[in-house]
């Protein structure tokens, strides 16, 4: 070989290599809009069911007698069953695809939701809604899981808000079609619409979302499954942004569960129908949920978390207020904070975990679903014994709770860089 012309290919050989294009979705990229709707139906679809009885509470209070803190059940029984589920359906979604396991989901949930309305008591309505929260576990997880394996990391916050945001739509949609509809002919028939409605969403989700491109099936052995949930629960930051979801959830499942029985009764006496009317406040939420990329991007991940958890706690306090504007005012205020808090925390998750995407965020949804049915349970329990002034102390409870797992991590942020070594020159 001439060493010459070794050398030449040495100095003249091919280009650097550069990196290969990330291929994966960005905004007005092929099959975003696709996604985004599909991932929207599916939010719209899993809110609308997993609440469908929020709204009629007192309905089903008079009709069954019961109180408000067991009729709360048919709540917390539907959150809780998708927080015990959501770490093994997300392992399932690491072994057969997120698009498999979410298609399953609202399948089985919407075959539930059909049958809830004949349910012949509040013990058989408990385990229905159970049982249809646990089908729904497949849902969430795997959702920010599909988003972030086919979404470009800087459109994630976005994407993750544009679900977000149809879990709002879902949810105010849910309690106002059920207000008007059980105003007239009963919370059952109510409850039955609802799953009707769901069904053409889950259909849309399934024709509309494109195949996953990026996915790479895992394992389902429990010591993997279980090294990954460790390795997870080892991580600080995803130990604090699972409380502070769990706390946000705690503070809006309180104020949700009771607000038809503080706007039904004195002083305001409003009617079943424009007590499901006020759920148009989800709007705000969805707003606030589509908008939260750019909230972080302005104020920083900890700035948009101390923003959100004042504007539910400044809505709170309003809420207390004797005038029907003000406790509207209000709820504004904390379905913003809410929505938004969520977004931020959720979309976080996502970008931490390099690996076991599903777990991680299979373990916050878990969080933030218990948060959910202990806001329901104690905030109903509140209310019975305090009125609307102990569920609004519960909910500021937990906004401190937030305000203070945030300074912690804004502790450890000030701390890590003071150790951080600055290079020599």
């Known amino acids: 070989m001439n060493p010459a012309s070794t050398g030449a290919s040495t100095l003249v050989g091919a280009a650097p290599s550069l990196p290969a294009p990330d291929s994966r979705t960005a905004p007005g990229g092929p099959g975003y809009r696709r996604m985004s709707l599909a991932l929207f139906l599916a939010g719209v679809a899993t ?32 959150t809780g069953g998708l927080a015990l589920f ?10 057969f695809g997120r698009r498999t396991v979410m298609t399953a989901s609202l399948a089985v949930a919407v075959a539930l939701g059909l049958l809830v309305p004949f349910a012949p008591s509040l013990g058989a309505l408990v385990v229905l809604r159970a049982l249809q929260g646990a089908a729904l576990a497949g849902l969430p997880a795997s959702a920010t899981a599909y988003l972030a394996e086919e979404v470009r990391p800087a459109a994630l916050v976005t994407a993750i808000g544009l679900f977000v945001a149809g879990n709002s739509v879902g949810g ?3 309690r106002i079609i059920t207000g008007w509809v059980a105003q ?16 053409a969403c889950a259909a849309a989700f399934r024709v509309l979302l494109p195949a996953p491109r990026h996915f790479r099936a895992g394992s389902l052995r429990p010591r993997v499954l279980a090294r990954t949930v ?4 080892a991580n600080p930051l995803l130990r604090r942004l699972y409380a502070i979801g769990a706390l946000f959830m705690t503070v809006f499942g309180a104020v949700y569960t009771v607000i038809g029985y503080r706007l039904s009764g004195a002083p305001f006496g409003l009617p079943q129908g424009v007590v499901g009317s006020v759920f148009l406040v989800y709007l705000v939420g969805t707003v606030s949920a589509s908008t939260a990329g750019r909230l972080v991007g302005r104020l920083g991940r900890r700035g948009a978390l101390y923003l959100a958890g004042g504007t539910t706690a400044t809505g709170l306090l309003l809420s207390l207020a004797g005038s029907l504007t003000a ?14 808090g969520h977004a931020v ?3 976080a998750v996502s970008r931490t975990a390099a690996t076991g995407r599903a777990q991680a965020s299979a373990l916050y949804q878990s969080a933030y679903y218990i948060g959910s049915s202990a806001g329901s349970t104690v905030g109903a329990v509140a209310f019975h014994a305090g009125g609307w002034a102990g569920t609004v102390g519960v909910g500021l409870l937990a906004v401190l709770g937030v305000v203070a797992v945030t300074l912690c991590g804004t502790r450890a942020a000030r701390l890590a860089a003071v150790r951080e070594p600055v290079p020599s020159h």
């Open 172 to 174: 105010m949609s849910g």
């Open 86 to 95: 959501v770490l093994p359906m997300s392992a399932l979604s690491e072994r």
């Open 184 to 199: 007239e002919w009963g919370w059952r028939i109510a409850v039955g619409v609802i799953g009707a409605i769901a069904v």
């Open 327 to 340: 406790v509207l005012l209000g709820l504004v205020l904390i379905t913003a904070g809410f929505f938004a």
């Open 230 to 233: 460790r390795g997870h629960l």
């Open 47 to 78: 809110f609308a069911l997993l609440y469908s009885t929020q709204a009629l509470l007192p309905l089903i209070s008079g009709d069954l007698g019961v109180t408000a803190g067991r009729a709360s059940w048919t709540v917390a029984a539907a």
């Open 345 to 347: 925390a959720s979309s």
